[in-house]
């Protein structure tokens, strides 16, 4: 029988191919694309998907020697800097890689722990763990559109 880490770990990575499948497809003109009258860019919301993961992992659950300067959620509009494709990908297989291996530490005891933030309160690390997975999910979707709609 496989562990409630193991169980939530995989859920999260499947959920997570939603944005992993687009990467390979985007190119550094998409990262300027928008869906007006939305401000923010693909490549705002790439970095933005790597900051509130690194967030997560420091926050939430604890992760050690996390440094995070969570620039998109400091500004809470595009600012029009985030321009570099490889910087952008480098930066989301990053926040993943140090969130899942946090994630991976977590005893089954742990997913029911109490953890409390101004942005959400008071909830369980399983329950928190949730918001992460349809914060990059959401914004996952919004890259799409602006993949496809976007100019």
């Given at each position: 029988?496989?562990?409630?880490?193991?169980?939530?770990?995989?859920?999260?990575?499947?959920?997570?191919?939603?944005?992993?499948?687009?990467?390979?497809?985007?190119?550094?003109?998409?990262?300027?694309?928008?869906?007006?009258?939305?401000?923010?860019?693909?490549?705002?919301?790439?970095?933005?998907?790597?900051?509130?993961?690194?967030?997560?992992?420091?926050?939430?659950?604890?992760?050690?020697?996390?440094?995070?300067?969570?620039?998109?959620?400091?500004?809470?509009?595009?600012?029009?800097?985030?321009?570099?494709?490889?910087?952008?990908?480098?930066?989301?297989?990053?926040?993943?890689?140090?969130?899942?291996?946090?994630?991976?530490?977590?005893t089954?005891a742990?997913?029911?722990?109490?953890?409390?933030?101004?942005?959400?309160?008071?909830?369980?690390?399983?329950?928190?763990?949730g918001?992460?997975?349809?914060?990059?999910?959401?914004?996952?979707?919004?890259?799409?559109?602006?993949?496809?709609?976007?100019?």
């Amino acid at each position: 029988m496989k562990t409630k880490t193991v169980l939530l770990t995989e859920l999260w990575t499947e959920a997570r191919t939603r944005l992993t499948h687009q990467l390979n497809n985007i190119t550094e003109n998409d990262l300027k694309k928008r869906l007006p009258p939305a401000v923010n860019s693909v490549g705002f919301l790439l970095r933005h998907i790597g900051d509130v993961e690194l967030l997560f992992a420091k926050n939430i659950f604890g992760a050690p020697n996390v440094r995070v300067i969570a620039k998109t959620v400091i500004a809470k509009t595009d600012t029009g800097e985030w321009n570099n494709l490889e910087e952008l990908k480098a930066y989301v297989d990053h926040s993943f890689k140090i969130l899942r291996d946090i994630v991976e530490q977590q005893t089954d005891a742990d997913w029911e722990s109490l953890v409390t933030t101004k942005e959400f309160g008071t909830k369980t690390k399983a329950e928190a763990f949730g918001r992460i997975v349809s914060h990059t999910n959401h914004h996952a979707g919004q890259l799409a559109l602006l993949l496809k709609y976007g100019q």
